[in-house]
Nanobody
Framework: QVQLVESGGGLVQPGGSLRLSCAASGSIFSNNVMGWYRRSPGKQRELVAVITNGGNPNYADSVKGRFTISRDNAKNTVYLQMNSLKAEDTAVYYC?????????WGQGTQVTVSS
């Protein structure tokens, strides 16, 4: 079984920065994709950014140029550096790992952007 443990959420002012981390443990297939989704109040969960084990990232248009995803394969950990945060970035952020034969989700971490 695979477990994903997220950390780094919190309250930040508009224009500020936060860094999310997600550590995966368990039986992890080496060829996988890790990333982040988010769910804002009243909205469906949406992709924020994903990255392959080879280091190729993909971002939602809404976060391009502000967020950076990275990973440490030796630690099975994915990071999300969030800069220039906006109120509309407020959401619960979920770590995701796509592997074979299934995918896994973290429990979510709250990010609140407010003055």
């Amino acid at each position: 079984q695979v477990q994903l443990v997220e950390s780094g959420g919190g309250l930040v002012q508009p224009g500020g920065s936060l860094r999310l981390s997600c550590a995966a443990s368990g039986s992890i297939f080496s060829n996988n994709v890790m990333g982040w989704y988010r769910r804002s109040p009243g909205k469906q969960r949406e992709l924020v950014a994903v990255i392959t084990n080879g280091g190729n990232p993909n971002y939602a248009d809404s976060v391009k140029g502000r967020f950076t995803i990275s990973r440490d394969n030796a630690k099975n950990t994915v990071y999300l550096q969030m800069n220039s945060l906006k109120a509309e970035d407020t959401a619960v952020y979920y770590c995701w790992l796509g592997s074979i034969p299934t995918s896994y989700w973290g429990q979510g971490t709250q990010v609140t952007v407010s003055s």
